[in-house]
Protein backbone atom coordinates (compact mmCIF):
# COMPACT_ATOMS: atom_id res chain seq x y z
CA UNK A 1 0.00 0.00 0.00
CA UNK A 2 1.09 3.30 -1.01
CA UNK A 3 1.97 5.32 2.62
CA UNK A 4 3.88 7.53 4.31
CA UNK A 5 7.06 5.78 6.69
CA UNK A 6 8.89 7.66 9.50
CA UNK A 7 11.77 6.19 11.25
CA UNK A 8 12.43 5.78 14.19
CA UNK A 9 9.20 5.57 16.00
CA UNK A 10 10.80 6.68 19.14
CA UNK A 11 14.25 8.57 19.01
CA UNK A 12 15.92 9.58 22.62
CA UNK A 13 18.33 12.03 22.12
CA UNK A 14 20.48 13.91 24.63
CA UNK A 15 20.16 17.75 25.14
CA UNK A 16 22.51 19.64 22.14
CA UNK A 17 22.90 16.53 20.65
CA UNK A 18 22.04 16.79 17.07
CA UNK A 19 19.13 14.73 15.76
CA UNK A 20 17.90 12.98 12.25
CA UNK A 21 14.68 12.24 11.83
CA UNK A 22 13.42 10.46 8.41
CA UNK A 23 10.46 10.14 6.31
CA UNK A 24 9.76 8.56 3.22
CA UNK A 25 7.01 8.25 0.97
CA UNK A 26 5.74 5.93 -1.77
CA UNK A 27 3.01 8.18 -2.99
CA UNK A 28 5.02 10.28 -5.50
CA UNK A 29 3.74 13.41 -4.21
CA UNK A 30 5.38 16.66 -5.06
CA UNK A 31 4.95 18.32 -1.77
CA UNK A 32 6.52 16.56 1.69
CA UNK A 33 5.98 18.68 5.24
CA UNK A 34 7.01 19.36 8.65
CA UNK A 35 4.89 19.22 11.68
CA UNK A 36 5.69 19.97 15.12
CA UNK A 37 3.10 18.25 17.88
CA UNK A 38 3.79 18.70 21.13
CA UNK A 39 1.96 17.27 24.28
CA UNK A 40 -2.50 18.44 23.64
CA UNK A 41 -1.45 20.52 21.35
CA UNK A 42 -2.27 21.15 17.24
CA UNK A 43 -0.14 20.17 14.76
CA UNK A 44 2.16 23.26 13.70
CA UNK A 45 3.93 23.54 10.14
CA UNK A 46 7.67 23.99 10.44
CA UNK A 47 8.60 24.02 6.90
CA UNK A 48 8.02 22.55 3.31
CA UNK A 49 9.37 21.06 0.32
CA UNK A 50 7.43 21.63 -3.14
CA UNK A 51 9.96 19.20 -5.41
CA UNK A 52 12.90 20.75 -4.39
CA UNK A 53 11.62 24.14 -3.41
CA UNK A 54 12.03 24.31 0.66
CA UNK A 55 9.60 27.10 2.11
CA UNK A 56 10.39 27.98 6.13
CA UNK A 57 7.64 29.12 8.50
CA UNK A 58 8.25 32.21 9.71
CA UNK A 59 8.78 31.22 13.60
CA UNK A 60 10.70 27.84 12.72
CA UNK A 61 13.91 28.34 14.99
CA UNK A 62 17.10 28.15 13.01
CA UNK A 63 17.80 25.10 15.01
CA UNK A 64 15.21 22.98 12.55
CA UNK A 65 16.59 21.96 9.33
CA UNK A 66 15.07 19.95 6.32
CA UNK A 67 16.73 17.84 3.40
CA UNK A 68 14.87 16.25 0.56
CA UNK A 69 17.22 14.38 -1.79
CA UNK A 70 14.94 12.95 -3.95
CA UNK A 71 10.89 12.55 -4.40
CA UNK A 72 11.23 9.77 -1.81
CA UNK A 73 12.27 10.58 1.36
CA UNK A 74 12.64 14.25 3.95
CA UNK A 75 14.94 14.36 6.60
CA UNK A 76 14.39 16.27 9.77
CA UNK A 77 17.70 17.62 11.62
CA UNK A 78 17.38 19.39 14.82
CA UNK A 79 20.99 20.60 15.08
CA UNK A 80 20.97 21.65 19.01
CA UNK A 81 17.91 20.14 20.66
CA UNK A 82 16.89 21.56 24.10
CA UNK A 83 14.23 20.50 26.40
CA UNK A 84 11.68 22.46 24.54
CA UNK A 85 12.00 20.81 21.25
CA UNK A 86 10.57 17.15 23.04
CA UNK A 87 7.33 16.69 20.84
CA UNK A 88 5.75 14.00 18.17
CA UNK A 89 7.00 15.22 14.43
CA UNK A 90 4.87 14.05 12.40
CA UNK A 91 5.79 14.15 8.40
CA UNK A 92 2.71 14.72 5.53
CA UNK A 93 2.56 14.70 1.62
CA UNK A 94 0.34 15.54 -0.63
CA UNK A 95 -0.15 16.49 -4.27
CA UNK A 96 0.95 14.50 -7.63
CA UNK A 97 1.05 16.64 -10.53
CA UNK A 98 1.13 13.72 -12.92
CA UNK A 99 -1.98 11.77 -11.67
CA UNK A 100 -3.40 15.70 -10.72
CA UNK A 101 -3.97 14.22 -6.96
CA UNK A 102 -5.17 16.66 -4.84
CA UNK A 103 -2.78 18.94 -3.21
CA UNK A 104 -5.66 19.97 -0.43
CA UNK A 105 -5.48 15.97 1.28
CA UNK A 106 -2.06 15.84 3.08
CA UNK A 107 -1.24 12.26 3.84
CA UNK A 108 0.12 11.64 7.05
CA UNK A 109 3.00 9.45 8.53
CA UNK A 110 2.49 7.76 12.26
CA UNK A 111 4.83 10.17 13.34
CA UNK A 112 8.11 10.22 15.66
CA UNK A 113 8.27 10.87 19.35
CA UNK A 114 11.14 12.58 20.53
CA UNK A 115 12.79 12.87 24.07
CA UNK A 116 15.35 15.29 25.04
CA UNK A 117 16.90 14.52 28.30
CA UNK B 1 0.47 31.37 15.01
CA UNK B 2 -3.03 28.88 15.60
CA UNK B 3 -5.37 29.43 13.25
CA UNK B 4 -8.48 28.34 14.92
CA UNK B 5 -10.33 27.40 18.46
CA UNK B 6 -12.53 24.01 18.56
CA UNK B 7 -15.10 22.76 21.13
CA UNK B 8 -15.47 21.69 23.16
CA UNK B 9 -11.83 20.53 24.40
CA UNK B 10 -13.29 16.89 25.34
CA UNK B 11 -16.11 15.24 24.71
CA UNK B 12 -17.69 11.87 26.55
CA UNK B 13 -20.31 10.03 24.80
CA UNK B 14 -21.89 6.86 25.18
CA UNK B 15 -21.80 4.30 21.92
CA UNK B 16 -24.90 5.02 19.57
CA UNK B 17 -24.85 8.80 20.77
CA UNK B 18 -23.86 11.59 18.38
CA UNK B 19 -21.08 13.86 18.90
CA UNK B 20 -20.54 17.38 17.55
CA UNK B 21 -17.60 18.91 17.60
CA UNK B 22 -17.00 23.12 16.48
CA UNK B 23 -14.29 24.92 14.99
CA UNK B 24 -13.86 28.98 14.63
CA UNK B 25 -11.39 30.50 12.65
CA UNK B 26 -10.14 33.79 11.93
CA UNK B 27 -9.08 34.14 8.53
CA UNK B 28 -10.77 33.97 4.79
CA UNK B 29 -10.19 30.22 3.77
CA UNK B 30 -10.54 28.22 0.55
CA UNK B 31 -10.68 25.41 2.35
CA UNK B 32 -11.59 23.71 6.05
CA UNK B 33 -10.80 19.75 6.67
CA UNK B 34 -11.25 17.59 9.59
CA UNK B 35 -8.71 14.93 10.72
CA UNK B 36 -8.54 12.44 13.06
CA UNK B 37 -5.73 11.52 15.53
CA UNK B 38 -5.51 8.07 17.04
CA UNK B 39 -3.32 8.71 20.83
CA UNK B 40 -0.08 8.78 19.38
CA UNK B 41 -0.38 8.38 15.69
CA UNK B 42 -0.51 10.16 12.44
CA UNK B 43 -3.01 12.23 11.48
CA UNK B 44 -5.80 11.03 9.12
CA UNK B 45 -7.88 12.94 6.92
CA UNK B 46 -11.77 12.80 6.97
CA UNK B 47 -12.98 15.44 4.80
CA UNK B 48 -12.87 18.40 3.25
CA UNK B 49 -15.41 21.51 2.61
CA UNK B 50 -14.36 24.02 0.16
CA UNK B 51 -15.79 27.78 0.90
CA UNK B 52 -18.56 28.11 -1.42
CA UNK B 53 -20.15 25.24 0.31
CA UNK B 54 -21.95 24.93 2.92
CA UNK B 55 -22.82 20.97 4.28
CA UNK B 56 -21.18 17.94 3.31
CA UNK B 57 -21.55 14.35 4.21
CA UNK B 58 -19.59 11.23 4.32
CA UNK B 59 -20.58 7.98 5.63
CA UNK B 60 -21.36 9.01 9.09
CA UNK B 61 -19.95 12.55 9.15
CA UNK B 62 -21.50 15.48 8.25
CA UNK B 63 -19.55 18.68 8.17
CA UNK B 64 -21.08 21.96 8.21
CA UNK B 65 -19.31 25.59 7.12
CA UNK B 66 -20.80 29.12 8.10
CA UNK B 67 -17.88 31.46 6.47
CA UNK B 68 -19.73 34.62 7.77
CA UNK B 69 -19.18 33.27 11.04
CA UNK B 70 -16.05 31.30 10.36
CA UNK B 71 -16.97 28.89 12.17
CA UNK B 72 -17.18 24.74 11.27
CA UNK B 73 -19.06 21.66 12.32
CA UNK B 74 -18.59 18.33 12.85
CA UNK B 75 -21.12 15.84 13.17
CA UNK B 76 -20.31 12.02 13.75
CA UNK B 77 -23.76 10.39 14.09
CA UNK B 78 -24.54 6.93 15.89
CA UNK B 79 -20.98 6.86 17.23
CA UNK B 80 -18.80 3.36 17.89
CA UNK B 81 -16.33 2.78 20.31
CA UNK B 82 -13.49 3.05 17.63
CA UNK B 83 -14.33 6.73 16.95
CA UNK B 84 -12.13 7.30 20.07
CA UNK B 85 -9.53 9.97 18.87
CA UNK B 86 -8.85 13.93 18.69
CA UNK B 87 -10.53 15.09 15.95
CA UNK B 88 -8.79 18.50 14.27
CA UNK B 89 -10.29 21.04 12.21
CA UNK B 90 -7.78 22.74 9.32
CA UNK B 91 -7.88 25.37 7.20
CA UNK B 92 -6.32 26.30 3.73
CA UNK B 93 -6.19 30.03 3.36
CA UNK B 94 -6.55 31.49 0.42
CA UNK B 95 -3.13 32.16 -1.79
CA UNK B 96 -0.91 29.73 0.48
CA UNK B 97 -1.77 26.02 -1.25
CA UNK B 98 -1.80 23.08 0.27
CA UNK B 99 -0.69 24.90 3.70
CA UNK B 100 -2.45 23.60 6.80
CA UNK B 101 -3.75 25.72 10.02
CA UNK B 102 -4.80 23.41 12.99
CA UNK B 103 -7.29 24.47 15.68
CA UNK B 104 -6.78 23.04 19.12
CA UNK B 105 -8.74 19.61 18.76
CA UNK B 106 -11.30 17.99 20.25
CA UNK B 107 -11.01 14.67 22.32
CA UNK B 108 -13.93 12.31 21.85
CA UNK B 109 -14.24 9.40 24.06
CA UNK B 110 -16.81 6.85 23.62
CA UNK B 111 -18.25 4.28 25.70
CA UNK B 112 -19.72 1.44 25.69
Known amino acids: DAMVIQNPRYQVTQFGKPVTLSCSQT?????MYWYQQKSSQAPKLLFH???????NEADTPDNFQSRRPNTSFCFLDIRSPGLGDAAMYLC????????????????FGPGTRLTVL | SQQGEEDPQALSIQEGENATMNCSYK?????LQWYRQNSGRGLVHLIL?????REKHSGRLRVTLDTSKKSSSLLITASRAADTASYFC????????????FGTGTRLQVTL
Open chain 1, 27 to 31: LNHNV
Open chain 1, 92 to 107: ATSGNRKTRSSYNEQF
Open chain 2, 27 to 31: TSINN
Open chain 2, 90 to 101: ATVRDGTASKLT
Open chain 1, 49 to 55: YYDKDFN
Open chain 2, 49 to 53: IRSNE
